[in-house]
């Protein structure tokens, strides 16, 4: 939980080269802007595409964590491992998720073994060509402690700044900016946004740590004004009447 940015990207070519050199263009922009980390571009095929093979250390395990793809059929959701991934990992700033960004190539079908009826049958994935599904969640980058609503503004914007440049290699599929500035290009509303996501979530926390007792944490929990936010979450008359004044 927490205000996330969502996107996809995908690209037609059926030419490594060319997604190798889409990918580098990507780093590129992103050392020009002002995330705390930016990884080497990495090549991953067969086995080492499956994160079980990467120690909990290894930055290339989260990069393969969010390279696999997630197909619905009946209700169920079955995860789709590439064959090949041309991909790099950034890290916006403190209190923020790893944002990734590149390209796989995924198998056309999945074959799922039926133990009752002892058969294999096979499931059409729908992917084609290069593509990617990610997401970063920024909201826990307004900690205070983190650097606040400064910090939280450039991390949320670097990662937006990241899509733009997608967009303009036309390889931008989608976008879900769940702080909404990627349809308003408004900073002010969407510092608003993530002060009433806090709030919200600390009114949310304070709850289910009632039922479940101090032993229950999350993110939100570590900011020095958490008290102060779930007073706040748990009135929301009060934050209305705030913010009408």
């Known amino acids: 939980m927490g205000l996330t940015i969502h996107y996809h990207l995908s690209c037609d070519t059926r030419s490594d080269k060319k997604v190798h050199r889409i990918v580098e263009e990507l780093r590129k922009r992103a050392l020009d802007l002002p995330f705390a980390e930016v990884g080497e571009v990495a090549e991953l095929d067969g086995d080492r ?29 079955h995860r789709v491992q590439p064959n090949a991934v041309i991909a790099f990992t ?13 390209l796989g190539i995924y198998p056309k079908t999945l074959s799922l073994r039926d133990e009752v009826k002892r058969q294999t049958r096979k499931l059409e994935t729908g992917l084609s060509g290069w593509c990617w599904s990610s997401f970063c969640k920024t909201e826990y980058a307004s900690d205070p402690a983190a650097g606040g609503m400064e910090n ?16 303009e290699l036309g390889i931008l599929a989608s976008v879900n900016d769940e702080g909404d500035y990627w349809e308003k290009r408004d900073v002010a509303a969407l510092a608003r946004e993530v002060g009433e996501w806090n ?47």
Request: glycine letters at 12%.
């Open 199 to 245: 709030e919200r979530m600390a009114g949310l926390v304070g709850k289910l740590k009632d039922m479940f007792g101090a032993g229950f944490d999350a993110p939100i929990t570590q900011f020095p004004d958490f008290e102060h936010l779930e007073a706040r979450g748990m009135n929301p008359k009060a934050r209305a009447t705030d913010l009408e004044g």
């Open 49 to 77: 595409c499956d994160f079980q093979n990467y120690d909990g250390n290894d930055p290339l395990r989260w990069l393969a964590v969010q390279a696999g793809q997630h197909v619905e059929r009946d209700g169920t959701y």
């Open 90 to 102: 950034t890290w916006p700033g403190e209190g923020c998720e790893a944002a990734n960004f590149g």
């Open 152 to 167: 939280f503004l450039r991390c949320h914007l670097s990662v937006i700044r990241m899509l733009d440049h997608a967009k």
